[in-house]
């Protein structure tokens, strides 16, 4: 072999061991960089999208005017005046009386007492008959009632856009029966008029789930019916939901529940509720008692 011979060799034989080195040095690079544009072309896991059902504290929340009277044992707040005669507030209380009994506009008592501290933003006035056994009456407003209500609308309509996963079944004799399965959220939908002329409301689901009623209609009227529990579950996990009402009728009624309905007007008189309302505003001497709807997540 010539020397020139020998040297065209070596440096191909150089030529192809730079090829060969850069070839492998590319391949660590695509490899490096393959999981990262896999990456780009994987689907996202996104996080979930879950509703707080937390209505906190009060027997009775209002947005606007609470007028009526009777028993209350729980807290009551109106983002508007309240007037009330022959009544009792937070004698059921057992801890934390601060914000028993609040009123965004004026406050009119008559006849009466407030086992609590009691505010108002207006005027206020009370007869000598008025009693606060563990608490005072005093101006300011400790609540953000506009604030409030638009995450109760928020609320009320996340909650109407779920999925109905219960079985609604009414008889012609009047008994209306809602029976769910799932161990955590039970959701029926029921039109408002349903509920005319009804004779027994039946609530069948798992204990610790939460049942979640949206009734739909621009008014309903509640008279004199009764209610039945199965499965488990009792007030404390069962929510009415009024997605679209502006008017609700009680009379002669007991609500065994959470009632939501922050876009009506409901009077309510000679009937009571175990559980909570919110709504727009009250009027009536119907009768509140403490058994608050526990606290859930719906993650979807």
Same mark, same amino acid.
């Given at each position: 072999?010539?020397?020139?011979?020998?040297?065209?060799?070596?440096?191909?034989?150089?030529?192809?061991?730079?090829?060969?080195?850069?070839?492998?040095?590319?391949?660590?690079?695509?490899?490096?960089?393959?999981?990262?544009?896999?990456?780009?072309?994987?689907?996202?896991?996104?996080?979930?999208?879950?509703?707080?059902?937390?209505?906190?504290?009060?027997?009775?929340?209002?947005?606007?005017?609470?007028?009526?009277?009777?028993?209350?044992?729980?807290?009551?707040?109106?983002?508007?005046?309240?007037?009330?005669? /022959?009544?009792?507030?937070?004698?059921?209380?057992?801890?934390?009386?601060?914000?028993?009994?609040?009123?965004?506009?004026?406050?009119?008592?008559?006849?009466?007492?407030?086992?609590?501290?009691?505010?108002?933003?207006?005027?206020?006035?009370? /007869?000598?008959?008025?009693?606060?056994?563990?608490?005072?009456?005093?101006?300011?407003?400790?609540?953000?009632?506009?604030?409030?209500?638009?995450?109760?609308?928020?609320?009320?309509?996340?909650?109407?856009?779920?999925?109905?996963?219960?079985?609604?079944?009414?008889?012609?004799?009047?008994?209306?029966?809602?029976?769910?399965?799932?161990?955590?959220?039970?959701?029926?939908?029921?039109?408002?008029?349903?509920?005319?002329?009804?004779?027994?409301?039946?609530?069948?689901?798992?204990?610790?789930?939460?049942?979640?009623?949206?009734?739909?209609?621009?008014?309903?009227?509640?008279?004199?019916?009764?209610?039945?529990?199965?499965?488990?579950?009792?007030?404390?996990?069962?929510?009415?939901?009024?997605?679209?009402?502006?008017?609700? /009728?009680?009379?002669?009624?007991?609500?065994?529940?959470?009632?939501?309905?922050?876009?009506?007007?409901?009077?309510?008189?000679?009937?009571?509720?175990?559980?909570?309302?919110?709504?727009?505003?009250?009027?009536?001497?119907?009768?509140?008692?403490?058994?608050?709807?526990? /606290?859930?997540?719906?993650?979807?």
């Amino acid at each position: 072999m010539s020397k020139n011979y020998e040297k065209v060799w070596n440096a191909e034989s150089g030529l192809r061991a730079l090829c060969l080195i850069l070839l492998a040095a590319c391949g660590d690079v695509a490899q490096l960089a393959s999981p990262a544009q896999a990456d780009r072309h994987s689907p996202v896991k996104t996080a979930e999208t879950c509703i707080e059902v937390n209505l906190g504290e009060y027997n009775l929340f209002l947005l606007e005017d609470y007028s009526g009277g009777h028993d209350v044992m729980g807290k009551v707040a109106a983002g508007g005046d309240i007037r009330l005669t /022959d009544f009792a507030v937070g004698a059921g209380l057992t801890s934390h009386f601060t914000n028993t009994l609040v009123a965004g506009g004026d406050l009119a008592l008559s006849r009466g007492g407030v086992w609590g501290d009691a505010w108002y933003g207006g005027s206020y006035s009370a /007869d000598q008959t008025v009693v606060f056994p563990r608490g005072v009456a005093a101006k300011g407003t400790p609540i953000n009632f506009a604030e409030q209500g638009t995450k109760l609308k928020q609320l009320s309509a996340q909650l109407g856009g779920l999925a109905v996963n219960g079985t609604t079944k009414r008889e012609s004799w009047g008994g209306l029966y809602l029976t769910g399965t799932d161990p955590t959220t039970n959701v029926f939908e029921v039109s408002a008029s349903a509920f005319t002329g009804a004779k027994l409301l039946s609530i069948e689901a798992p204990a610790h789930s939460l049942v979640v009623v949206n009734i739909r209609g621009g008014s309903a009227t509640f008279t004199g019916f009764g209610h039945a529990f199965s499965g488990g579950i009792d007030q404390q996990g069962v929510l009415f939901n009024f997605v679209d009402a502006t008017r609700i /009728d009680a009379h002669g009624y007991g609500f065994w529940g959470t009632v939501l309905a922050p876009f009506a007007d409901f009077a309510f008189n000679d009937g009571s509720w175990d559980g909570g309302i919110y709504a727009k505003s009250l009027t009536g001497n119907a009768e509140g008692h403490i058994n608050p709807l526990k /606290d859930h997540d719906i993650c979807l």
